[in-house]
Each structure stands twice: as C-alpha cells, then as structure tokens.
C-alpha cells in the first residue's frame, strides 16, 4: 500500500525566506503532483512530475523529483504573503488513482 | 485549459435524505473521474473511480450501498449520498482525466455538504 508523508505539516515564514518542503512515498512510482488549496476551495495544480530528475518551476515555486529516493520537494524562494496556503503533494499509486499526503500549511508573516 | 464543473457548490439535507452531486467536464470527455471526500483541516481520500458506462470502483471502507456513483456519459459522473447522516458531512471533490494528455487530472470546485 502506497503511503505518502510530506513534511513540516505546518509551516511559518516571513516574507522574503525561502523554505522546503518535502514528500515522501514509500512505493514506485513514476507520477508525482502538486497542488495548491486555498481555504473553503478545491484543489490548483501547481506542477506534474513525471519522470526522475525532473524540475519544474513557476515563479517563486519549484519542484523536483527523485523517483530513486522517491522523494520530492517543494521549494518556495522569497516568500510572499500571497502564497499561503495549504500544499498537497500526490502521488500516483496506478491508473491515475492518486493518493495524497496530508498537506503543508503554509502561513507567510510580513 | 480543461474545466470540470460541479453542482451544487454548496448543499444542506435533513439526515435520512438522499442528495446528488453532479460533476461534469465541460470542455473535454472524461474517460475516468474520481470522487474525493475532504474533512475539515485533513487531506484528500479517494472514495471512488468510474469509468463511463462500466461500475465504479470503491476504495476500501466506502459502502457502496451509501454512495452511489453513476458516470452515464464522458462529460458526466453522479454521487449520491443515500440516508445522510451527520458524520456524511464533507467536501466532496471530483476530478476527471481525459483522453488527451491522461495523466492530468481536472478538479471541480467541490461541493460543500452539511447534513443536519
């Protein structure tokens, strides 16, 4: 059974630091998403993983993958009070059935 | 960029009635959509996966009997919460795949239920 823990569950910054945060999946898998949740709303695809190595990035978020350590991680450059949120990480056990971590809360202070 | 709807966005029933949610992709067919239940301040579960015109497939611990899943076309999936019951209280999420780039799933807005 595929099993997905992302780390810190909770996660305090000031504007202008830069942090990440990790997911790890404990089976292989080739497929690895990122969304984003903003309170009382649905999920906001951030990034598509879908092989090892890959890096992607979109403004102050990047994300990369490593299929060997079967880790991947989010990192966040020069916070902005825009970006907080709650971040999930997802994984694809088969057939396109995802199964998610427990999500990031991210609080940017000014 | 590919859209799924759903509706309600938001709904209240008495407990013991029978609701429905809708879920359509308007801009695309939806080969498979999944419904996900989300409680307050937890992750996503995945309760069920249709494919259209074939029986969906339910995660361990969902009755079935509960929640019955239609997907009668591909820009279509139904959830029907049967005998609601406070505890059935839930963000209810869709999303959908499509046959173009498969591996990118479409969320719906959610459909926020409260069972009184």
């Known amino acids: 059974e595929l099993k997905v823990e992302q780390n810190p569950l909770f996660l305090s910054m000031q504007e202008g630091k830069n942090y990440t945060i990790y997911c790890n999946y404990s089976?292989?898998?080739?497929?690895l998403y990122w969304y984003r949740q903003d309170p009382g709303k649905s999920l906001e695809s951030l990034f598509v993983l879908l092989s090892n190595g890959a890096v992607k990035q979109e403004g102050r978020l990047m994300a990369s993958l490593d299929t060997k350590a079967r880790l991947s991680t989010l990192h966040i450059t020069a916070a902005v009070h825009d970006l907080s949120a709650t971040y999930f990480c997802?994984?694809?056990?088969?057939?396109?059935?995802?199964?998610f971590g427990a999500g990031t809360i991210l609080r940017v202070k000014s | 960029g590919a859209v799924v709807s759903q509706h309600p966005s938001r709904v209240i029933c008495k407990s013991g009635t029978s609701v429905k949610i809708e879920c359509r992709s308007l801009?695309?067919?939806?080969?498979?959509m999944f419904w996900y239940r989300q409680f307050p301040k937890q992750s996503l579960m995945l309760m069920a996966t249709s494919n259209e015109g074939s029986k969906a497939t339910y995660e361990q611990g969902v009755e079935k009997d509960k929640f019955l899943i239609n997907h009668a076309s591909l820009t279509l999936s139904t959830l029907t919460v049967t005998s609601a019951h406070p505890e059935d209280s839930s963000f209810y999420i869709c999303?959908?795949?499509?046959?173009?780039?498969?591996?990118?799933?479409?969320f719906g807005p959610g459909t926020r239920l409260t069972v009184t």
């Open positions: 089976t292989t898998s080739d497929r």
């Open positions: 999303s959908a795949t499509g046959t173009g780039n498969s591996y990118e799933q479409y």
């Open positions: 801009d695309f067919q939806a080969t498979t």
């Open positions: 997802a994984v694809d056990e088969y057939g396109n059935k995802l199964v």
